[in-house]
């Protein structure tokens, strides 16, 4: 292409070139100020003389055309067009070229870049892997297992080096002492597992396992100061807890408090004592501490002090309260009768009371009513009122009445109370207070008692029993006859017996005492409680007190129902003191105790004669057996010291226990007024053998 061709055909140069020459370079102008719209056009043709040459690449020029070639530098694409040349358009499109050849440097400039920084990575990222099978199945340079390096050694080269640092430690980690107490534990005792694969497998894998970044950020820390990793070691928490539970079997013992007993006569003082607990979160945190160092470490178990509640300085206040208790005897008075309670009555009246503040000895008042009550029945008279017979519809006189007295049961509690409370270094006097009793009965008043109809009767069998026991039943059967019981009064079966003793009738025989046969004064005495207490059921009386035996007693059976036939759980059993039998007399006239004793058949019958109240009738239900239960095996034996060496007697047969459930049902006019449960509940009983013990 001819270099004239080259330049556009509308400029000043084309011009020039073919003689066209303008006015104004014709002939001179006179200089004036350019106008603002030229100034615009200058500013354009300069600065597409800057850029559009570096933009549009310059063609070979012809060697034909090189003395034709143009003044102006080559770089130049084209030459400026005149002002009035260049459109809009065509300035819009020298930018838009002007800004793509921008880009295109900017690109290849960071293209360079690029490049290099991608060359970089990838080397940096290879460095690694590299380094990582140069080191197979070694650790790296600058790993150390708690201060132990291993950089460069194999699997088995660390294993040995593990097994000298710390086999001490591996073979006896602890060991614990406590006083004089020593235990040495070994890492499975404490639910320890030193994992020496996992230790060396975390050491082998240092910087070589992991994504790049990982791994240079693993190489980096080996680089700048090495790394010290600690051995895999794991903690079964629940079964050092355990271990630690099994030492404080060895440690742990409860704190004693002061204690204080009374026993026959004697005031027996127990000092306190601390107690000691061992303290389970602090020895795990101080055995955890000591298995990091992983050196065999000795710990001293950690324990707390437990105080008594009651201490020492209490316990000597209450002793010396005991000891002024029982300073001296309490004479009990009343006329010309005396009792005297020496120290080791008054101790069983006694209790100890203590808590987190105080430790007192003070009178047990059921205790203290029990014995006042036992007292009432050596005190009192009993029935004062003659002793009466109904014979052929008649009442007749047997024993007239007497003057008696009946012991003020709370009166006389409280005078005891206030007494003991004084303390006296001499012998201790209480007055008792009693009831004087006349008898209400004349033989003028005999029709007007209205005793004249049969209200209960009941019945027993005693055959088979042992001489001591029949002797014993007609002396309790003889303090019953002929007894009456007035209008609204309580009826008190261990009163109106008395004192049993030999005075009164009574000889030594066994009877259940605590859940236990021993021998007793009275034994048998039950067989006459039992059939009063059948005659008050069928009679309808209201039962205030009755206990049925502790177990089941085979000769109770005959007769137990009455009309309804044989069966066991209608007995009562009395024990003087603490057990007795008492019914009230709630119709409106008197109530006549009649005995029979028939020594040929062997059974007992009581009666209650008076008038019915309201017509009334009773009827039973029952019975009904629950909670059976086999007798024990094992066989009990009392030792008798009366009897020879030798002499052996059974005096219990094993028998099942059970509890027994009858109803009463009372009907007044033919109504139903009342359905009562009486309950019985006999424990098994074993064997039951008495053996000599004497000379």
């Known amino acids: 292409m001819p270099v004239g061709d080259y330049y556009q055909k509308y400029g000043p140069i084309y011009r020039r070139r ?238 004693r408090d002061a204690a204080l007993s009374v026993q026959h006569g004697y005031v027996i003082a127990t000092p306190a004592d601390s107690g000691r607990q061992l303290l389970p979160a602090e020895n795990t945190l101080e055995i955890l501490a000591a298995l990091r160092t992983l050196q065999p470490q000795q710990i001293t178990l950690r324990t707390r002090a437990l105080e008594p509640t009651v201490n020492n300085q209490m316990l000597a206040a209450a002793e010396q309260q005991a000891q002024a208790l029982l300073a001296a005897p309490l004479l009990l008075k009343h006329g010309e009768r005396e009792w005297l309670w020496d120290t080791a009555q008054i101790a069983d009246l006694l209790e100890v009371q203590a808590d987190h503040a105080r430790m007192e000895v003070m009178i047990d008042p059921e205790r203290l009513a029990q014995a006042v009550n036992a007292l009432a029945i050596s005190f009192d008279s009993g029935s004062v009122e003659p002793r009466l017979r109904l014979e052929a519809g008649a009442l007749q006189i047997i024993s007239p009445g007497r003057t008696g007295w009946r012991l003020d049961q709370p009166r006389t509690t409280r005078f005891i ?91 030594q025989g066994y009877a259940v005492i605590n859940n236990r046969t021993a021998l007793e004064w009275g034994g048998g005495v039950c067989q006459d409680s039992t059939t009063l207490f059948r005659a008050a059921f069928w009679a309808g009386l209201p039962i205030t007190e009755r206990h049925a035996h502790p177990f089941y007693i085979s000769w109770y059976d005959r007769y137990g129902f009455g009309a309804y036939g044989d069966g066991a759980g209608l007995d009562a059993a009395i024990y003087t003191g603490q057990h007795d039998l008492r019914f009230v007399n709630d119709t409106d006239h008197w109530i006549l105790i009649e005995t029979e004793l028939d020594e040929i058949n062997q059974t007992l019958t009581m009666r209650l004669y008076g008038t019915r109240k309201h017509n009334r009738e009773v009827a039973f239900d029952g019975p009904y057996i629950t909670n059976e239960t086999p007798a024990p095996s094992t066989p009990v034996y009392t030792d008798d010291p009366t009897k020879p060496q030798g002499y052996l007697y059974q005096s219990d047969v094993a028998r099942s226990g059970r509890d027994i459930t009858v109803y009463r049902v009372i009907y007044e006019n033919s109504v139903e007024v009342a359905r009562e449960a009486f309950v019985t509940r006999f424990r098994a009983w074993p064997n039951v053998y008495v053996r000599g013990t004497g000379g």
């Open 18 to 255: 073919n003689g066209q020459v303008p006015e104004t370079a014709r002939e001179p102008v006179r200089p004036t100020s350019p106008s603002p719209t030229r100034r615009r056009r200058r500013r354009v043709r300069r600065y597409a003389a800057r850029h559009q040459a570096a933009l549009t690449p310059v063609p070979p020029p012809l060697i034909a055309d090189v003395t034709e070639r143009p003044s102006y530098p080559s770089r130049l694409i084209a030459p400026p067009k005149p002002d009035t040349a260049i459109s809009a358009r065509e300035r819009i499109e020298m930018r838009r070229l002007q800004r793509r050849a921008r880009l295109q440097r900017r690109f290849a400039v960071w293209r360079s870049l690029a490049t290099t920084l991608l060359l970089c990575t990838l080397v940096l990222l290879a460095l690694p892997y590299a380094i990582g099978l140069s080191y197979h199945e070694r650790a790296l340079p600058g790993v150390a297992i708690q201060g132990v390096r291993v950089s460069n050694l194999d699997p088995s080269a660390i294993a040995a080096t593990l097994h000298v640092q710390y086999g001490d430690f591996l073979e006896q980690p602890l060991t614990i002492t406590y006083r004089d107490q020593t235990w040495t534990p070994s890492l499975a005792e404490l639910g320890v597992v030193f994992d020496t694969e996992a230790t060396i497998a975390h050491a082998l894998r240092y910087g070589q396992t992991g994504d790049p970044l990982t791994r240079l950020h693993d190489l980096a820390t080996l680089l700048v100061g090495g790394v010290d990793l600690a051995p895999h070691l794991t903690v079964d928490e629940a079964k050092l807890q355990r271990y630690l539970l099994r030492l404080s079997q060895s440690v742990d013992h409860p704190p």
């Open 417 to 507: 109370s206030e007494t003991l409370m004084q303390a006296a270094p001499t012998t201790r006097t209480v007055r008792l207070a009693a009831e004087k009793l006349t008898p209400q009965v004349t033989p003028a008043a005999l029709p007007t008692l209205g005793i004249a109809e049969l209200l209960g009767e009941g019945k027993s069998s005693f055959a088979g029993s042992e001489a001591y026991r029949i002797t014993n039943i007609k002396a309790g059967a003889a303090r019953m006859d002929g007894v009456l019981i007035a209008p609204g009064a309580e009826f008190s079966f261990n009163t109106q017996l008395g004192e049993v003793n030999a005075e009164n009738g009574f000889v």
